[in-house]
């Protein structure tokens, strides 16, 4: 599976951003997919992970309620919503792909794309 993030840019506080993540590959619909981010000088972390049909999701508790991971498995893809962006959004937003089930580790995660960068203006 190959998979390439995009949708990134600059936004203000408060603003929204859709990422997409397009994926090739007959597999992509057996896979969970996660969102990663890396902010400067920091570790990478998980955002939001979905299983593999949809159907169950799991986010970082400082997204929640703010970010919304969805999938479409017929388009080979994958999205993260992102509502009230704030500056400590900022980061380079990775997704990847792994296993069956939701799962924040990214050990689960065999195949990971390049990331979009994103920026949040105070």
């Known amino acids: 599976v190959q998979l390439q993030a995009s949708g990134g840019g600059l936004v203000q506080a408060g603003g929204s951003l859709r990422l997409t993540c397009a994926a090739s590959g007959r597999t992509f619909s057996s896979y969970a997919m996660g969102w990663f981010r890396q902010a400067p000088g920091k570790e990478r972390e998980f955002v939001a992970g979905i299983n593999w049909r949809g159907s169950s999701t799991c986010y970082k508790d400082s997204v929640k309620g703010r970010f919304t991971i969805s999938r479409e498995n017929a388009k080979n893809a994958a999205y993260l919503q992102m509502n009230s962006l704030t500056p400590d959004d900022t980061a380079v937003y990775y997704c990847?792909?792994?296993?069956?089930?939701?799962?924040?580790?990214?050990?689960?995660?065999?195949?990971w794309g390049q990331g979009t960068l994103v920026t949040v203006s105070s």
């Open positions: 990847a792909a792994g296993g069956s089930f939701v799962a924040p580790d990214q050990a689960m995660y065999g195949y």
